[in-house]
Every structure is written in C-alpha cells, then in structure tokens.
C-alpha cells in the first residue's frame, strides 16, 4: 500500500481537504458515516505528517464504487491520484470485486485520464448528475 487506510483522526484533515477541492463536497458527517460503514474502505496520503491526498469505496457483494479521491492541489499531476487508485484497487481486489465503478464530471479531463490509466473505461453519462447540472461520466474497471 502507498497510503494507509483512514482512521477516525483523520477526518478533519479529509473533511478540509474535501471543502477545498469540490464545489459539492461531502460534508463531516458523511464522511464519518461512511467511515464507520463495514462496507466503506479509505486511504490517505501523507507528506511531512499532513493528509494532502485520500480516496475511498464501497463494496457489496462483487461490486465497488470508488465514492472519493481528492488531492491537494499543490501535489496534483505528479502521480499521487495514481497511488490512490492503485491502493484503492488493491482494496477492491483484496474483497474479492469484481466491477469497480465510479463517476467523473465531464469537464475534468485530467481525472478522466487518471481513470484511463488506471484501466477504467467509460460507459455512459448520467445527465445533470452534480448539483449544479453537469453531467457525469461513468466508468468501470471489470476484473477476472
């Protein structure tokens, strides 16, 4: 693992983290129930002691969606999202998924191109999906 999983200390550091990088971040409280849901599993990255990165998903049955990856902005396109992912995958795999989804506005192009690299493909869009009505890219990575 290139993280480590979250811990309950943590979420202050994502909660702040999650305001400052998404118009409609989750808040405190959904992040904590997620948490502390036995189906949700959570990484973050560190440097110099300080969270600048995270991810998390869910898993049911032989199935996952990858909900959150967020990093700061300071320590984008240098290959901390693909730590994410490649630790989020990892989990994936580790509880035995299957199909790993996850949605991707259609403007960010940089994250979309992470997902490629990570083997995600897309498979539709989900109309007026964000708050504000743009639309999502949904995207799955199938596994043998």
Request: a negative charge; aromatic letters at 10%; one cysteine or more.
């Amino acid at each position: 693992m290139n993280g480590r999983l979250w811990t309950m200390d943590d979420l202050d550091a994502i909660a702040a983290l999650e305001r400052d990088c998404f118009s409609d971040p989750w808040s405190r409280r959904m992040l904590v129930e997620s948490f502390l849901s036995e189906r949700f599993f959570g990484v973050v990255l560190e440097e110099g002691g300080a969270v600048v990165g995270y991810g998390g998903l869910s898993v049911a049955a032989d199935e996952g969606e990858i909900e959150l990856v967020a990093v700061n902005e300071m320590y984008r396109r240098c290959g901390r999202g693909k730590l994410i992912m490649d630790d989020l995958v990892s989990l994936a795999c580790e509880r035995g998924v299957k199909r790993l989804y996850l949605e991707v506005r259609v403007s960010n192009a940089p994250a979309q191109m992470l997902y490629l690299r990570c083997g995600f493909r897309g498979l539709y869009a989900r109309s007026r999906y964000y708050p504000d009505g743009e639309d999502a890219l949904v995207m799955v990575r199938e596994f043998d």
